[in-house]
């Protein structure tokens, strides 16, 4: 079975500023790892994903995350925020035949 | 396309009531999720089908059931509504073991039990 982690549950940072959030999974088999955003009274969004091949992963708005097999680590970054990446995003995991799980979420708040 | 569509977008019931919340794609994918999310718990898995007339619970699923009669829908089914599930509950679907193995979501229905 698989599981998510993600460490930080608000990361409030100011415009321009980089950020990171950070996410850790466990799993006895290879994984496909995913970012999801969700922006307020909408749907997820795909933002990247890791299927395999290179470890650094670019994806949609600016956003990459590095895939770190030793570290079970999929940790989102970008490195100059807006005020519209305000959202709430979410890391999951799968191992391709089945279900995504999920983490908790992480709420991005962006201040000018 | 249309991707996942989900009906209703809000929806208000009494306590011990029955709704089913309706979930149709057409993307031809085979696996199809529903999940329910809660401030701070992230998605749950409640049900979830691989193909038409197989399913399967998934994390959730008491209170709830579903059917999967063909590919492109999936009802799920409260019988018998508690304050329990108040939710927004999200559906999604998936073509897994393919580069296209991401989940595709619905907007989400919003319901409160009163």
């Known amino acids: 079975a698989q599981s998510v982690t993600q460490l930080d549950s608000q990361v409030p940072v100011f415009e321009e500023a980089p950020v990171e959030l950070r996410c850790n999974y466990s799993?006895?088999?290879?994984?496909?790892l995913f970012w999801y955003v969700q922006y307020p009274n909408q749907g997820l969004q795909l933002l990247l994903k890791?299927?395999?091949?290179?470890?650094l992963v670019k994806g949609i708005n600016g956003f990459e995350a590095e895939f770190n097999k030793s570290q079970t680590s999929f940790h989102l970054r970008k490195p100059s925020v807006h005020i519209s990446d305000t959202a709430e995003y979410f890391c999951?995991?799968?191992?391709?035949?089945?279900?995504?799980?999920f983490g908790k979420g992480t709420t991005l708040s962006v201040s000018s | 396309n249309a991707g996942v569509t989900q009906t209703p977008k809000f929806r208000i019931l009494k306590i011990g009531q029955s709704m089913t919340l309706q979930c149709a794609q057409d993307?031809?994918?085979?696996?199809m999720y529903w999940y329910r999310q809660d401030p701070g718990m992230g998605l749950k898995l409640i049900y979830y089908?691989?193909?038409?007339?197989?399913?399967d619970k998934g994390e959730v699923p008491n209170g709830y059931n579903v059917s999967r009669s063909t590919t492109e829908d999936f009802p799920l089914r409260l019988e018998l509504a508690a304050p329990s599930q108040t939710s927004v509950y999200f559906c999604?679907?998936?073509?897994?073991?393919?580069?296209?193995?991401?989940?595709?979501f619905g907007q989400g229905t919003r319901l409160t039990v009163v």
């Open positions: 890791y299927l395999s091949g290179s470890t």
């Open positions: 993307m031809n994918h085979n696996y």
């Open positions: 799993s006895s088999v290879s994984v496909y």
């Open positions: 999604a679907s998936s073509y897994p073991g393919t580069m296209n193995t991401e989940a595709f």
């Open positions: 089908s691989v193909g038409a007339g197989i399913t």
């Open positions: 999951a995991v799968s191992d391709g035949r089945t279900a995504l799980i």
